[in-house]
C-alpha cells in the first residue's frame, strides 16, 4: 500500500526528523584491501615464525620454520533500495520529498545506524567465539572495575589502539561509580557549561552509543534493522582497531529526474551498500563485549 504523503498548505520547509548520531564505527578505520579481481572476497597473509632458541658454542644456528597462512575473506552484506516520487509530489509538498531531502534522511535515519548495528552484532558474536564476553548486571558499585578488566587482555594492541563503545546506561552508571573520586567544576567564562561524561579510561577512548538501536547482539534485516526477539542489550564494547577489518565496497546513490529513466513522471532514486567486517584470525581476542543480563523468564525490551 502506498505511503500516504502530506501535501502542504504552507509551511517553513524545516523537518521534525528524531535525532540521529552520525556513523559511530568510522573511527575503526578503513583498512586497504585488495578485492580478488573486483569481486566479493580478499585474502589476507599471516607471516608465522618459530622463536629463538639457545645458541650452542661451536655447533652453529639452530633451525627455525617460517609459514605464510592464507584466509579468504568473503563478503556478504549487500543492502539496496529503491523510491520513486512523483513530479506533482514534489512540486505539492513544497519540495518536502525533493530527492535531495529524501536521501539525506535515508541515510542519517537508515544507512548510518543500520551500518553500526551490524558491525556491533557482528562483533560481539565474534567475541563470544573467543570466549571474549560476560552476561552481567552492571551497578555503580562494580562498572569501574568491569570495564579495566574487559580492558586488560586488549591492551597489548596499546590503548591508543583500542576503542570502547559503551551504551547510555552504562556511561550513567559510570560517571556516578563509587570506585573512584573525582570533583567537578563549573567554570563560569561565558555560556556556563558542565560536562561529566568520562570519555577515556587509562588512554582508552570511550564513545558513548546513545543510540539504543544500534546496540544489539542479533538483528533482523529484512527490512531495515530490529533487533530479534531474544536479542541482548550491549552493555559495552572494546574493539581492537588492529584485530578488524571494516570493509565497504560500494556506497552508491543514484538520482534521476524526470525523463532521466523510464519509469514513471517522477524523481528515482536509489541507494546501494555493500558491506561487512571482519575479524582477524590470528587476533580473535582483539574484541571484547559484555551483554545486559537478562532475568530468568523475560526477554530484552526493545
Known sequence: MPQAINYVTKDEGIYDQKINQGLLTTVLGVPEVDLVNGGKSFTLTTISTSGLQ????????????????????????????????DSQDVDETNQDLAVANISKEFIEDHVQPELDAYRFSTLGKKAVEAKQTADETLTVDNVYSRLKAAILPLRKYGPQNIVGFVSSETMDLLERSKEFSRSITNQNVGITALESRVTSIDGVQLIEVWDESRFYSDYDFSDGYKPTADAKAINFEFVAKPAVIPVVKENAIYMFAPGQHTEGDGYLYQNRLYHDIFVRDQKKDGVYVSYKAVASGSTASK
Open 54 to 85: 639457545n645458541h650452542t658454542r661451536g655447533k652453529g644456528f639452530n633451525s627455525g620454520t617460517v609459514g605464510n597462512d592464507k584466509k579468504v575473506y568473503t563478503m556478504g552484506q549487500d543492502r539496496d533500495i529503491e523510491f520513486f516520487v
